[in-house]
């Protein structure tokens, strides 16, 4: 049997771990730059607020309902994720870490009887160790145990925890399931499916699998052996290693001058750098690219990116910098509002693999230590202690945060007071 | 004699590459002298992780604000290592969290009811009666004091 253990409303729960006086209270966290609703408690739901909304379009329901704003705390959010991945793994011996919030669990060789009661205890440890409210999904396979969640999320009288453990109710499930509400089938077959008067998970369970094979390829057949209990889609514990690293942010606010990007590209670089070496990779090519704000239409538009390519491939910040500088010269037009910037690092290959270049003027050995120190710096204490000076300050395009709570979890000065 | 010699001249050439080794001074006891017993009992030093935290994934630090627990030697501005898992056991500091603040209390179970007790005498006990919730946030496992 696989479950699918998953945070109730994440980012506002961890929030409330914190702040107990938003219990009850209509919460809700904004995006990077504030810009739109990304997590919302039941109480906010309740009023409309849909998933995504503009912050603008919802600033009336906010303030009328004295809704509480937050922007998002990557890392209170992240050091809460890793505790409840360790916690779920006291539980069950193979983890897949799907998502920020949510995990695969294997109960392969548990005893079937006893699941519901071991995943209640799992579900209360969660609840009381972390603080935060979660839901389970037990089943045969991943695409039941899906289902199987948003029943355990949808009735409380499944005190959170909802096994799909005979045929019965495995077609009583896909009965009341919307077929755009199963996993794997993404918008366009849903329409599609509507269409053929295919509405629930349970009409298209009943369709032939050579039809879906047909239209759906062996991926939406996958889905509907799924369906039927028949587990095909094998827990995925082992992240391989990224083939490209992508770092970009729209910037506070809009911005027209060249140095001031230079700044903001230079540090997606080095935490594009930071995270290739965290794998033992390097690179050999990155791409920088600019854009204006398209919704600005009374502004003038341009977009454009460039590949620079790198002699030997590399993983020192300042190598890589500097192609970004240059890149940047070359694609950056006066005249313009630009609103977002990226870099992207690509040809990743083991570092262990690199190619030497007979021109090569660089002094590897050294840039490699002073990377060393660089990171073990950072990783020690904290983000940005040490740090390259044309990274500046962030002042002009750091993104807006204007509700952030304390890093409850990890800074000493942030610590909870207890009065 | 002879024997010395071969020996020398196995020995000098291999004694010029040597330069630099490194030597692990506790895995290879010198044989000159008493061979201490105490080589096979090197331990890896204190890890306080090891010893303030027994269950990670559910310690959190907190820092005392306020002087409800004076009586007990906590004051302001010392660190509470708290697990949020472990049950709560006789004479226990346990942390609440009430509309937004977090205050702390002595867990003292009597005969028809449970005593949350301060040690301060500004502070009256809260009495949580029979059938009553007592909602914890978490246990005091620990108190770091800088002096």
Redesign the interface.
């Known amino acids: 049997m696989y479950a699918l253990c998953d945070g109730n409303n994440f980012f506002v729960s961890c929030e409330r771990v914190f702040?107990?006086?938003?219990e009850g209270k209509p919460v809700i966290v904004l995006s990077n730059n504030d810009g739109c609703a990304i997590a919302r408690s039941n109480e906010a739901k309740a009023l409309g607020i849909k998933m995504a909304a503009n912050f603008f379009e919802i600033e009336d329901i906010i303030r009328k309902h004295n809704v509480q704003v937050f922007s998002t705390n990557f890392v209170l959010y992240a050091d809460m994720s890793?505790?409840?991945k360790?916690?779920l793994s006291r539980y069950c011996p193979e983890v897949e870490d799907y998502s920020i919030d949510e995990a695969f669990l294997n109960f392969t060789g548990f005893d079937n009887n006893n699941l519901r009661k071991h995943c209640l205890e799992m579900a209360y440890?969660v609840r009381?160790?972390?603080?935060i409210p979660v839901s389970v999904g037990v089943a045969s396979t991943k695409t039941l145990a899906k289902i199987a969640n948003r029943f355990a999320k949808k009735y409380p009288g499944y005190k959170s925890v909802c096994v799909i453990d005979t045929d019965e109710k495995r077609i009583k499930a896909l009965q009341k399931t919307e077929v755009g509400d199963v996993w794997g089938i993404g918008y366009r077959h849903t329409k599609r499916l509507q269409e053929k008067g295919i509405n629930t998970a349970y009409d298209f369970s009943m369709l032939s699998r050579d039809w879906v094979r047909k239209h759906m390829t062996v991926v939406g057949e996958r889905t509907w052996r799924e369906l039927q209990g028949e587990a095909c889609i094998k827990m995925d514990t082992v992240q391989p290693d990224k083939q490209s690293i992508m770092v970009s942010r729209s910037f506070g606010k809009m911005i027209d001058n060249c140095e001031i990007i230079r700044e903001a590209v230079s540090t997606y670089a080095c935490m594009a750098a930071s995270k290739l070496r965290k794998q033992k990779s390097c690179a050999k090519s990155v791409l920088v690219f600019l854009d204006t704000n398209p919704y600005r239409e009374d502004l003038p538009q341009y977009s454009q990116h460039i590949i620079m390519n790198m002699p030997v491939a590399t993983s020192s910040s300042m190598e890589i910098i500097n192609y970004v500088s240059e890149g940047l010269n070359k694609i950056y037009r006066d005249g313009y509002k630009y609103k977002k910037a990226g870099v992207m690092l690509m040809d990743i290959c083991d570092e262990k693999a690199i190619q030497a270049h007979i021109w090569d003027t660089i002094d590897r050995e050294k840039h490699k230590r002073l990377m060393e120190v660089l990171d073990k710096t950072n990783e020690r204490y904290g983000r940005n202690t040490l740090k390259l000076a044309v990274l500046g300050d962030g002042e002009q395009w750091k993104i807006k945060q204007e509700r952030l709570s304390p890093c409850?979890?990890t800074r000493?000065e942030d610590?909870?007071?207890?009065? | 004699m002879q024997t010395i010699n071969v020996a020398l001249n196995k020995l000098i050439p291999i004694a010029d590459e040597l330069v630099s080794i490194e030597v692990d001074l506790y895995s290879s006891p010198i044989a000159a002298g008493f061979p201490s017993e105490a080589y096979n009992y090197i331990e890896q030093g204190i890890d306080f992780n090891k010893l303030l935290i027994k269950?990670?994934?559910?310690t959190?630090?907190?820092?005392?604000?306020?002087d409800?627990l004076s009586g007990d030697g906590i004051f302001p501005g010392d660190?509470?290592v708290v697990d949020?898992?472990v049950e709560p056991y006789e004479k226990s500091i346990l942390?609440f969290?009430?509309?937004?603040?977090?205050?702390?209390k002595r867990l003292e179970y009597r005969k028809d009811h449970i005593a949350l007790l301060s040690s301060n005498p500004k502070y009256d006990p809260i009495i949580v009666k029979d059938g009553e919730e007592l909602k914890r946030?978490g246990v005091v496992r620990y108190v770091i004091k800088s002096f």
């Open positions: 702040d107990s006086s938003l890793m505790r409840l360790g916690l440890a009381q160790g972390i603080g409850y979890t000493k610590f909870p007071k207890v009065k | 269950s990670k994934e559910t959190f630090c907190l820092v005392a604000g306020g409800s660190l509470l949020k898992l942390i969290s009430i509309d937004g603040e977090f205050t702390m946030w």
